[in-house]
């Protein structure tokens, strides 16, 4: 009996006192430690070698679902040193949709070694989706100091699947 | 030493009262557990923006919103009236007041996500000491619960994250709401409890928290929860105020005039619609109707209504611009029961200025009390008329839904996501072992009185299921409401009524063994099944949807066969109660996605570890 209520006591304590430690009354432990924020788009980055997809893809949705899914394979890129927080962008353009789309990597010294740039996935509406497959534009982009560089670029099919 | 004794009475009475029993708050603090795990501090809807902002001002003392604290001012469901904008629900934001100050204190002593890890993981072992001396397993709750919670709470210790800005105002009114959801269980425990038993009450219980969307919209902020906690409390309060020798049988039929005066504080049109059909049906069978009591009533339900025209009052400025409800701008498909506002002049009444004070009042409040009435006569009409003209968008609201193109196009470029009622809460296709009732329904309305085995109270819940049905089936499918949050009270009140059918209710009572075994297995079984295969089959979100749709359907379609078998067979009442308990896992693991990975809203989880569970779940 004594032992249950030791446990009881025991665990209530441990929550209230490991929270009320690390309130801003006592505040001996700070577990959400908020890294100060970085400057992002500052530094620089050595890129080896990028090489992008040649083929994205445009597909029906299935179950009823209706939307096209634009997907793009990730880009492999080979970084060498990195210095701060500058940015990658990896950007797709389908000019005659007049569509443009990009997702923003924010690099660090951790991502030395190949890394794997991912696009966002899209949605079309199907009624807007009309020919077998567009040509579109890749580019990966690195931005920092207020300065962009272009450092890889290659036109791209996006493939219609139904 | 007699003051001590009245607080122990009136706390067991308040007890009984919220609860019932230790059934009750055992589901009721289970259902808060579930909730606040899949619960995420962040807006899911832009609707929400307006009732924070609404919270933020009316806590700084102003009904009028000046600067937005959230989003903007022109959010959905903002109203304008007289130059100035407010917002809307006013009754939920004055009930999450306190929270407010309660999260406030505990912001001044705690740092926010681990106060909100700390709430959690008392609340799991307050739960767990609960079930265990309910169970008879003491020992096991105090010391493996213990350990077990202790483990999870230094877990998600390590794992948490800060949360900046902390949105104050929105947790307290998801707070709220989720107290509202987690009564939903409880009462539908008692009100299945109260006819059937406590057994089938609990099954009826978890039907409600496992096999519809409860879960999911527990943690928003909208007014569908709460509907459906005060239509079965109203419910309840029917079912008990019909046995006149009872104590408190006339306290119980009032409370359900209160309980609908205040929801009308929240959302006048809702109010109504179960208004109508509560007092259609409460009128017609009470034991007692006499002057005196229906004074005594009305009088209560006047009484109750006072914060109504309190507010009212002080946003329109004249006591005599009475409850009619906002204008709103910009709701999309949401009801109303005004027409123009006329540009705020009260005196727009014109000839009637001339009488006494008194019969302006009450023209006014006749006017505005018969206003809402015809309107709502009108859109039940529509409601019927377009379930004549076009039964294709009824099929896709409350069967099948898909991809409709018109109605994408009206949504302008919104991903799609919408499921409808049947395919979210499958085990609604139980409800069709109703079908060989109708002749006994036929026989009764020529009889005018209840069919045999059916109560006032499920008399009121049916008519509230359709008079809500109608109201809003005529803008209905929509494209992205996750699951039909308009019909969602529907959901937990059909529950109710389908496990009360005398077939449904002998598989339920005979295997509900069955019923929890399959419901498990297919939550942590099935769930991880569907995990693989939504992987495997690289989905997106839309096509995640669907692929949950046409599961939900596929469970449904075979509930529903075993439904229709079973009032004529008991054969199969074993296969049933497992189907059944497949269609809650089937709503239980669409619900847990949808809160977990689909709406993550960027990793806004309460929880850390649900948190780094979505990060590791490899779902766009």
Redesign the interface.
């Given at each position: 009996m004594d032992v249950d209520r030791t446990v009881v006591w025991g665990v209530v304590g441990l929550v209230v006192v490991t929270t009320l430690v690390s309130g801003p009354l006592v505040g001996a432990v700070d577990l959400t430690s908020d890294a100060e924020t970085p400057a992002y788009g500052v530094g620089s980055v050595t890129v080896e070698s990028a090489s992008l997809p040649e083929r994205a893809t445009l597909t029906a949705g299935r179950f009823g679902a209706g939307e096209y899914r634009l997907q793009v394979p990730d880009a492999a890129v080979a970084i060498a040193a990195v210095e701060g927080r500058p940015l990658l962008v990896y950007k797709l353009e389908i000019d005659e949709r007049g569509y443009s789309r990009s997702t923003t990597h924010f690099l660090s010294t951790e991502n030395v070694g190949s890394y794997a740039a991912s696009m966002s996935d899209d949605t079309f509406a199907p009624d807007t989706v009309n020919q077998t497959a567009y040509d579109g534009r890749l580019a990966l982009v690195v931005r920092a100091n207020d300065s962009g560089r272009v450092v890889a670029e290659r036109s791209i099919t996006v493939e219609v699947i139904e | 030493m007699i003051d001590r004794e009245r607080a122990t009475r009136l706390r067991g009475l308040s007890y009984r009262f919220l609860f019932g029993d230790r059934v009750g708050l055992l589901v009721f603090l289970g259902s808060l557990c579930l909730f606040l795990a899949l619960w995420r501090t962040a807006f899911l809807i832009n609707d929400s923006y307006t009732i924070a902002n609404g919270l933020a001002a009316v806590a700084d003392g102003n009904i009028a919103l000046t600067e937005p604290a959230y989003g903007s001012l022109r959010s959905p469901g903002t109203n304008f009236y007289g130059g100035s904008t407010y917002s809307r629900n006013y009754g939920v934001i004055v009930l999450s007041l306190p929270v407010l100050y309660a999260l406030g204190g505990i912001e001044?002593?705690?740092?926010f996500?681990?106060?909100l890890v700390?709430l959690w993981?008392?609340l799991v072992?307050g739960t767990v000491?609960l079930a265990g001396r309910q169970f008879g397993r003491?020992?096991l709750a105090?010391?493996g619960g213990?350990?077990v919670?202790?483990a999870v709470?230094?877990l998600n210790?390590a794992l948490?994250?800060?949360i900046?800005p902390v949105p104050r105002h929105l947790l307290a009114l998801q707070l709220v709401h989720a107290t509202a959801g987690a009564f939903v269980g409880t009462l539908a425990y008692r009100l299945v409890s109260f006819t059937d038993g406590r057994r089938r009450g609990l099954v009826a219980a978890i039907a409600v928290v496992a096999g519809t969307p409860l879960a999911f919209w527990a943690t928003v902020p909208k007014r569908h929860v709460v509907t459906a906690a005060v239509a079965l409390a109203v419910a309840l309060g029917l079912a008990y105020s019909r046995d006149a020798d009872r104590d408190w049988a006339f306290e119980a039929r009032a409370v359900c005039y209160v309980l609908l005066a205040l929801l009308a504080w929240i959302h006048a049109p809702e109010a109504l619609v179960l208004f109508v059909p509560f007092v259609l049906v409460d009128v017609s069978t009470a034991p007692d109707n006499g002057p005196r009591t229906l004074g005594v009533l009305g009088g209560v339900f006047l009484l109750a209504l006072v914060p109504l025209f309190v507010t009212n009052t002080l946003i329109t400025g004249d006591p005599l611009t009475v409850p009619r409800m906002l204008r709103t701008v910009g709701q999309g498909s949401d009801i109303s029961l005004t027409g123009e506002l006329s540009s705020g002049d009260p005196s727009s009444g014109g000839d009637t200025t001339n009488l006494p004070r008194f019969v302006r009042v009450g023209i006014v409040l006749a006017q505005s009390a018969v206003e809402p009435l015809t309107k709502l006569l009108g859109l039940v009409r529509r409601g019927i008329h377009s379930l004549q003209t076009d039964p294709t968008a009824a099929y896709r609201t409350l069967v099948?839904?898909?991809?409709?193109?018109h109605v994408?196009?009206r949504a302008e470029?919104t991903?799609?996501a919408n499921l409808t009622l049947l395919e979210s809460s499958p085990v609604l296709a139980t409800i069709v072992a109703a079908s060989t009732g109708l002749v006994a329904i036929k026989r009764s309305i020529e009889r005018r009185s209840l069919p045999d085995g059916v109560t006032s109270a499920d008399a009121f819940l049916a008519l509230t299921a359709v008079a809500l049905t109608l109201v809003y089936i005529g803008s209905l499918p929509l494209h992205a409401q996750v699951t039909v949050r308009y019909l969602f009270p529907v959901a937990p009140i059909l529950v109710c009524l389908a496990v009360r059918l005398p077939p449904v209710g002998r598989a339920l009572d005979a295997h509900w063994r069955t019923v929890l075994w399959s419901w498990s297995a297919g939550v942590l079984i099935g769930g991880q099944l569907v995990l693989v295969a939504l992987v495997a089959?690289d989905?997106?979100r839309?096509?995640a949807?669907?692929?949950h749709?046409?599961l939900g359907l596929a469970v449904a379609l075979a509930l529903g066969s075993w439904s229709l078998v079973s009032v004529a067979t008991e054969c199969f009442d074993r296969i049933g109660a497992a189907l059944f308990g497949l269609a809650l896992a089937s709503s239980t693991a669409f619900v847990g996605f949808a809160a977990i990975e689909y709406f993550g809203l960027g990793g806004a989880h309460a929880l850390p570890m649900v948190r780094t569970l979505a990060d590791a779940i490899p779902l766009?």
């Open positions: - | 001044a002593v705690a740092d996500p681990v106060a700390a993981s008392l072992y000491l003491e020992r105090r010391v213990g350990c919670v202790a709470f230094l210790v948490v994250e800060p900046s099948r839904s898909g991809y409709i193109e994408a196009d470029g991903p799609e089959l989905v997106g839309a096509e949807f669907q692929f749709a046409v766009r």
